[in-house]
């Protein structure tokens, strides 16, 4: 079975502080994708990066960083000199890749809530 | 606007009725999901569709619920006889059918059911 887990439930930082949210998977498939989302308070999930299973290489975009490590089955998001915008609950995710039907469904942990405070 | 269209936004309903939500997916898009997402948690797989085949269903997808995607283009989610239990946010996503692209999400149907 698959599992997501987010061990932070909730962040405070004040703006410009760095932020790491962390995010531990299991899975016993050997090909799978990783995804970071985030939900504003709007509530719509935005997409923020997927990495596949073969792909260790650290990715930055901005300000955002993510740290994937196949070793210790973990997928850490790093925000660096954080702002109010910023503020909403992360979700990391896990794709079940189903060839006999094509499906791609996510697993998702349980989210982190960030809060940036000016 | 070309995102993952779902209507209504919100529903409040008294228990033991029925409701209906809709979903649009991004028009080229052949994968459809339904999701829920209760207060605290991430968001929950219920079920599948590749065109208008429904291909999956999850355990939570108890037989008070019914999803359609008729023509393969929009899809529904019915529950029946609803419970305070169903009361959650009901997310959408469509993708593509080639490849591993990630899944685009509409901005949900919350359900309050009293």
Request: aromatic residues 12%; proline residues 3%.
């Amino acid at each position: 079975a698959q599992k997501v887990t987010q061990a932070q439930t909730e962040i405070s930082v004040v703006e410009k502080e760095d932020v790491t949210l962390d995010c531990v998977y299991e899975t016993r498939d050997t090909t799978y994708y990783l995804f970071w989302y985030k939900q504003p308070p709007s509530g719509e999930l935005v997409f923020l990066i997927r990495r596949n299973s073969f792909d260790e290489q650290n990715e930055i975009s901005g300000r955002y960083s993510w740290n994937f490590q196949k070793s210790t089955s973990s997928f850490n998001f790093t925000i660096t000199a954080s702002q109010v915008v910023d503020s909403a609950v992360y979700f990391c995710a896990l794709s079940d890749v189903r060839g006999d039907t094509g499906r791609r469904a996510l697993t998702f942990g349980s989210g982190t809530r960030l809060q940036v405070q000016p | 606007d070309t995102g993952v269209s779902q209507d209504p936004r919100h529903k409040i309903t008294k228990r033991g009725q029925n409701v209906t939500f809709r979903c649009d997916p991004i028009s080229e898009h052949n994968r459809l999901y339904w999701y829920r997402q209760t207060l605290g948690q991430g968001p929950e797989f219920l079920t599948y569709f590749q065109n208008e085949a429904q291909l999956e269903k999850s355990r939570l997808l108890s037989d008070r619920f019914s999803a359609e995607r008729p023509k393969g283009s929009f899809s529904t989610l019915e529950i029946q006889r609803t419970e305070q239990g169903d009361s959650a946010m009901y997310l959408c996503a469509s993708s593509p059918s080639r490849g591993n692209t990630e899944a685009f999400f509409g901005q949900g149907t919350r359900l309050t059911v009293v």
